[in-house]
Each structure stands twice: as structure tokens, then as C-alpha cells.
């Protein structure tokens, strides 16, 4: 994979996300935006896993904490829903964990409680993302 790749996946994942929020615009909750990502990620053949658990390793041992991811695309891309007045760094620091957590390398977090979703999505990489080929 490259960071092409990578960065071509997020452009069609932002778009599925802007014709969402076209469609509903913002002041719904969360699950209801999460469940019409579901839908337009199936209407335009990305596939996906929804509601993932994330595994948490501590001492060895897998705990079963409940840690569940919004979407994982193309087993590339963690995908997290906000739809909030305002975006915390908290949002950041638990989609860069879920990244650490499951070994991926990419994030978006998208705010539907927005007037311009390309402005209020939030792409998080890893450290290990600037070591693919960019082409």
C-alpha cells in the first residue's frame, strides 16, 4: 500500500460522508449519521466493518473493555462519527489509539454537526504512514 492508496481511499470515504450530511444536514445524533455512512459506503462498493471491537492487550492479557470503532474501510481506515458542537482533543487521542491498538495507520474523524464536512474532518496518521512509498 502506499500513501496514495491510502489518501485516495479518504477522499471517497469524505465523499460518502458529504453526500450523507447533503442529504440529512446536521443536528442528528450520531448513530443516525453512522448508520447512513453504512448504507453509502455500501451504495458505492467500499467495503467495511462496523462497530469492530477494539482489543486492548494489558500484561499480556486481553481484557474486554468494550472499544468499539465506528468503521474500518477496506481494512485501511478507521473511520469515528462525531456530531458535536465542537471537536475536543479527546476525539484525536482515542482515534490515535485505535490506530495504535489495531495496527492501522490512518484515521478520519468526521464531524456531521457542521456546515462544511471537507472542513471538520480531521485525518490522523501514524508515524509508521510516512515510511510507505508515496506512489
Known amino acids: 500500500m502506499t500513501k496514495k492508496d491510502y489518501n485516495?481511499?479518504?477522499?471517497?470515504?469524505?465523499?460518502?460522508?458529504?453526500e450523507v450530511h447533503r442529504q440529512l444536514g446536521p443536528g442528528?445524533?450520531?448513530?443516525?449519521?453512522?448508520?447512513?455512512?453504512?448504507?453509502?459506503?455500501?451504495?458505492?462498493?467500499?467495503d467495511f466493518?462496523?462497530?469492530?471491537?477494539?482489543?486492548?492487550?494489558?500484561?499480556?492479557?486481553?481484557?474486554?473493555?468494550?472499544?468499539?470503532?465506528?468503521?474500518?474501510?477496506?481494512?485501511?481506515i478507521i473511520v469515528e462519527y462525531k456530531a458535536v458542537d465542537q471537536m475536543i482533543p479527546l476525539y484525536q487521542a482515542q482515534l490515535m489509539t485505535y490506530l495504535k491498538l489495531l495496527?492501522?495507520?490512518?484515521?478520519?474523524?468526521?464531524?456531521?454537526?457542521s456546515e462544511n464536512i471537507s472542513k471538520n474532518t480531521v485525518s490522523i496518521v501514524t508515524p509508521e504512514f510516512a515510511l510507505l512509498p508515496d506512489e
Open 8 to 18: 485516495d481511499l479518504s477522499y471517497k470515504i469524505i465523499g460518502c460522508a458529504i
Open 28 to 46: 442528528l445524533l450520531e448513530s443516525v449519521y453512522h448508520k447512513c455512512m453504512g448504507e453509502e459506503l455500501k451504495y458505492r462498493h467500499i
Open 49 to 76: 466493518q462496523t462497530q469492530l471491537v477494539v482489543p486492548v492487550v494489558y500484561r499480556e492479557m486481553k481484557l474486554d473493555t468494550e472499544l468499539r470503532l465506528d468503521h474500518l474501510v477496506e481494512d485501511l
Open 103 to 113: 495496527n492501522k495507520h490512518k484515521g478520519l474523524l468526521i464531524n456531521f454537526n
